[in-house]
């Protein structure tokens, strides 16, 4: 009799056991579909921010583009820059070469007055050196 | 200073001879001197000019210049409509491309090209007055 109540005691502890392996099972089997649910959800994250990723190379690209444009713009500006300075400095240094041309004349020449005048000669007409200038008014 | 100091001493005479070159109001100025010049009044237009009256490139300006020295405007605005004076001007002008002139002022003593300063004129003048001597 204590043998049989042994035997049965032990199919119980047999079968408790084997019940108890079987639930804890279940709760791995739900903690490998909750990790995949994760993993699911960090791929979807991931794909998710690869476009984003996309999306914020883009501007980037852009504001590559935008520099390289500023920086062109800003280069011919420059050249226009030197170019214009240049013209001016030609310029200035043309005007700088003509005013002592343009001051000369007035200087150098004098006023008629008091001389003897025909239409483009100054002076004796049989004076014995002839000074010849070629002018203009400007 | 050469007119008083070489044309007024009688050492030398002084002609003038057009070469505008610095655009249409070189031209211009030639042309209003070479129609005053046509009544007789070259030099004062002349002297205008040179001494830089800018109202002479304008036409209230000119008018009132023509009627100052006594000359009839009414025939300068005929000679400048009419283009009177430009023959003068432009024989001119060849006479000193034929002579090697490339700007102004460019000045010859006796037919010796001379830098446009007066000291350089007056030498030339004086060593031009020398050889004559000898």
């Given at each position: 009799m204590a043998r049989l109540l042994l035997l049965v005691a032990l199919s119980l502890v047999t079968l408790a056991a084997a019940c108890g392996s079987g639930e804890q099972a279940q709760p791995t089997g739900t903690a490998t579909s909750q990790r995949a649910e994760r993993e699911a959800t960090v791929a979807q994250q991931q794909d998710a921010q690869a476009p984003q990723e996309t999306v914020e190379a883009e501007p980037v690209q852009q504001s590559q583009q935008a520099q390289q444009a500023q920086r062109a713009q800003q280069a011919q500006q420059s050249v226009a820059d030197v170019e214009q300075q240049q013209q001016t400095q030609q310029a200035q240094e043309e005007v700088e070469d003509a005013e002592p041309v343009d001051e000369l004349p007035a200087e150098i020449v004098g006023?008629?007055?008091g001389v003897r005048s025909e239409r483009h000669v100054l002076g004796?007409?049989?004076?014995?050196v002839e000074i010849r200038y070629f002018g203009d008014f400007t | 200073m050469i007119v008083e100091r070489l044309v007024a001493t009688g050492k030398a005479r002084f002609v003038f001879r057009h070469f505008p070159v610095r655009g249409d109001a070189a031209d211009f100025a030639a042309y209003v001197v070479e129609c005053a010049a046509n009544q007789g009044a070259f030099w004062p237009l002349h002297d205008r000019y040179m001494a830089g009256?800018?109202?002479?490139?304008?036409e209230a300006g000119l008018r009132r210049q023509i009627t100052f020295e006594g000359l009839d405007y009414v025939e300068f605005v005929t000679c400048m409509n009419e283009g009177h004076s430009v023959p003068a001007v432009m024989a001119s002008r060849a006479e000193g491309e034929s002579r090697g002139?490339?700007?102004?002022?460019t000045v010859f003593v006796d037919g010796e090209q001379v830098d446009a300063t007066f000291e350089a004129i007056e030498e030339a003048v004086e060593r031009a007055l020398e050889d004559t001597a000898e």
């Open positions: 006023v008629h007055k004796e007409p049989d004076a014995p | 009256d800018e109202t002479l490139f304008t002139v490339a700007g102004t002022p």
